[in-house]
Structure formats: structure tokens, C-alpha cells
């Protein structure tokens, strides 16, 4: 399964994504799902993916090597669209195409044909934005309102989002947040799991701040699983025990 | 939708439900999920009921009423059940019967008969035991090393389970963690909602500890929330920053 994560602050943007594949539970890999756009200067984008793997694989390929747009006849690469919008648009496309191709075969052998995505970034001049694309090739924006979206196995780890993030959440603590997130998702559902891949950009800067792979042995993410963890005994241990019991009813 | 809990550890067992029913999202009712029976020195069962409310509610009348045994011709109800297993195969039985009646045309109007239960209670001179009864009415049962059990919304309320819950937990802390399990549960899921319904059974105690409905004005409650979120809060407040920034890489 996967878990992936994308969380729009003031600050900038924060992209996790685990990196655990499985066909069946007896057939585990590791691959990258959160796929990096760079140019730096003038544009970063970055797109994790949830959903059968061959498929979401040709859709990045799609999408680097160039796909003919029905309405102008051009072949256009993510790296050669104007606006984050319209590269969204261009992935979306490249959802649509894969699936119409696949889609009914796989459908046919029980295989979902369905993904999600999620695709954030900032080209020079423009906005910093965060887009959820949908299997049909649809897609909605985080806002200021709702500044985290999700994809794949998502509400183990949504709780502690819902909790603590908002638009106003500093950068360091957004990437916190989700590791804190994916922790919880990995610790419930063992489908997901290391090495984790986190990306972060700073709002304006052009330039991916952090680009960094976590290994089972990072200390930092074990010291944040520790910490977590005695956090929250500690925390119900530190609430007062019900009063119910005094006022026992039939 | 409805989240319900089970939590059977050494000194008893907790279960918890939501009071929430909806037909479609514009269509909100309360109806109680968590049903006891009692016999107040000599046994008390409990179940919650997660799955289409007709259909579950004719389950308790079929167990609470009787039901003809096609092995033995007599009719079975619950409370003259000789053990929890025969009682837990009786609900079984009242599931299969009632999806074999209405199932069908159910899934016709795209209507899902599945349906999923908790059990869980004590009878004189016998071990207090919790099972899950699934849609088959075959069931699990839960034991030291998975001391607890979850029926519909399950996600959202599961990793402060998985973290804090084992069979050594004393009861107040079981009933405290199920109000936090249910409070992450509603705040992600707005189908899952109060009143909840909370029953603590001490381990040989043959009489419930406490039957009590939770609802929207109550301090305790309120009070947990606050204090959970604010600990949440402070708990990655706490958290050293992450050190990747430092390292950064291509």
C-alpha cells in the first residue's frame, strides 16, 4: 500500500511519501513514489503517487518524455508547462490515457486501475500550490482552509493532521507533522513502511530546500518515534480517571 | 456510519459505541448501538452492531425473542445461552438468517447486508471473553496479545490503541483510551457522533461496573479533549527540530 502526504503552510510545502510496494502480502519491494521536477531557479514540482504501480510509473513517464495535447496537437512535458495548473492538467491527461489503455485488461484480472496523486510546487512568478489528482484525471487544490491532502492508506495518520496543522504551521513543524503522521500510518497498517522520502520548498526560494531519504536507521526518526511515543502515555496517563463509575445506572 | 470498541484486558472489559445513523449524509438519526444483557450475579453480555441498521436491529430482536436451532429444534435466546461461544454462534446464526431474508434484495438497491458485531461479557463460573462476528457470522475472539477490537470506523481511532493498549492496562485507562480512540474517530469522521454509549464489565464482577451515555454537555469528556488535543500539541512542540535541512541534497 502507500502513504503520501502533502501539507501547504505560509512557509512553503511539505511532501512525504513511503516507498513500500506490495503485490499481495508475500510479494514486498521498495520504489520511489514521490518523484522530484527541478529546475532550480525557475521551477520545482513534485508528484507522489498511490495506486497500482505500472500504472502510476507510466504516468511519470508520460509526463517526462512528453504527450500529444488533443487540442493544440503538441507534445508537452511537465518540465515545458507554464503554469502549475496546466501541468496538472498534462497528469491528469497522462491518468486518463493509461487507463483507458489498461485499465479494461486490468479490470478483467480484478486489478484496480485506479490512483491518486498528489502534485505540489511553484514555478517562477507564480503561486506555490498543492493539487490532489483523482483516477479520472479530476483534481482539487489544498487552500489556507484545508492546507494538508492525503493519498492512499490516509486515516491512520489523519487524526494528528486534523489536530495540528494549519496554514500558520512553520515549515519545520509541518515536516514534523508528517512524520509524526506517516509514523502512526506505518505502526498500524505494515504495507507501509520504510525508507520514507520527504521533500521540502520554501515558499519563493525555486529551489527544493530538502530533498532526503530516511532509513531504518535514521536517528532523528527513531528519536521522533521514541518521543511521540512516551508523549502520548504519558499524556492519557496525565488525564484524570473517568468520574462515571461513582454514578453507576442501570 | 459507527465506530464501536471492545478492550479486554486483565480487570475486564470496556466496550464503547457511537449513536450515530445516517441514510445517506442528509439523513442523520441517533440510535443505540451498544445493547446489554444482564442478569445481574449470573451473566452479562454486551454487543455493538456496526452494518445497516434494520439489519442489526433485527439481529437483537431475533437473539432477545428466540430462534429456532436447526440442530436441536429448540428455540435459543441469548440470555439461556450455557456460554459465551453458544451465545456468540447464536448471534451468528441471527446474521446469517437475516441476510439470507433481506441480503439479496438489498444488494439489488445497491444496499450492502454486511454487517460486523461485537460480543463481549461474562457468565457464572466461566471466563469473561470479547469476540468479533462478522458478516458470515463467523467470529474471532480477542486474546492477551490483541486485547482489543474494533467494528466500522476503525482507522482514525486505532494508533493510540495500538500504542497504548495491552492486557496488563487497568480499566480506567482502557475506558479513557477508548474516549480518546472514539474523540479521534469524530473529529476525522463527522457519521461517527455523540451521545456515545460507554459499559464497563469487571472481570467476575457478574454486574455491570457502569452503563452510561456520554453526551455533548459532558464536563469529563470535554475536559479529555482539551487536555488530549493540548497534550498532542505540546507532545511535537517538543520534538527537537528535524536536522535534515543541514545535509541537503540534490
Redesign the interface.
Known amino acids: 500500500m502507500t502513504y503520501c502526504c502533502g501539507i501547504l503552510v505560509r512557509d512553503g510545502l511539505v511532501m512525504i511519501a513511503d516507498t513500500r510496494t506490495n503485490a499481495g502480502i508475500d510479494n514486498i519491494s521498495t520504489f520511489r513514489k514521490l518523484h522530484i521536477f527541478q529546475q532550480p531557479g525557475n521551477r520545482v514540482m513534485m508528484l507522489s503517487t498511490a495506486g497500482n504501480l505500472s500504472l502510476t510509473q507510466t504516468v511519470v513517464n508520460y509526463i517526462t518524455e512528453g504527450m500529444e495535447n488533443p487540442d493544440t496537437k503538441e507534445v508537452e512535458k511537465l518540465l515545458d508547462c507554464h503554469s502549475m495548473f496546466s501541468a496538472a492538467e498534462l497528469i491528469g491527461r497522462a491518468i486518463r490515457k493509461v487507463r483507458s489503455i489498461n485499465g479494461e485488461m486490468l479490470e478483467q484480472e480484478n486489478i484496480s486501475s485506479s490512483t491518486t496523486m498528489l502534485f505540489g510546487g511553484q514555478m517562477k512568478d507564480r503561486r506555490l500550490r498543492l493539487f490532489m489528482i483523482y483516477s479520472a484525471g479530476n483534481f482539487i487544490e489544498a487552500t489556507s482552509d484545508t492546507p494538508f491532502l492525503q493519498i492512499g492508506e490516509l ?6 493532521l ?3 496543522v494549519n496554514f500558520e504551521t512553520n515549515l ?2 509541518a ?3 508528517s ?2 503522521s506517516m509514523d ?1 500510518t506505518m ?2 497498517n505494515l504495507s507501509v513502511g520504510l525508507p520514507i522520502d ?1 521533500a ?1 520548498l520554501k515558499r519563493g526560494a525555486l529551489e ?5 531519504r530516511i532509513d531504518n536507521v535514521d536517528p ?1 526518526f527513531h ?2 518515534r521514541d ?3 512516551s ?15 461513582q ?4
Do not use: C, T
Open positions: 486515516k491512520y495518520g489523519k487524526p494528528v486534523d489536530r495540528a519545520d513543524d515536516l514534523k507533522l512524520l509524526i502512526s505502526r498500524s520527504i521540502v527544493l530546500q530538502l530533498d532526503h532523528y528519536d521522533l518521543r511521540w511515543s508523549a502520548l502515555r504519558q499524556a492519557h496517563l496525565n488525564i484524570p480517571a473517568p468520574p462515571y463509575g454514578k453507576k445506572k442501570k
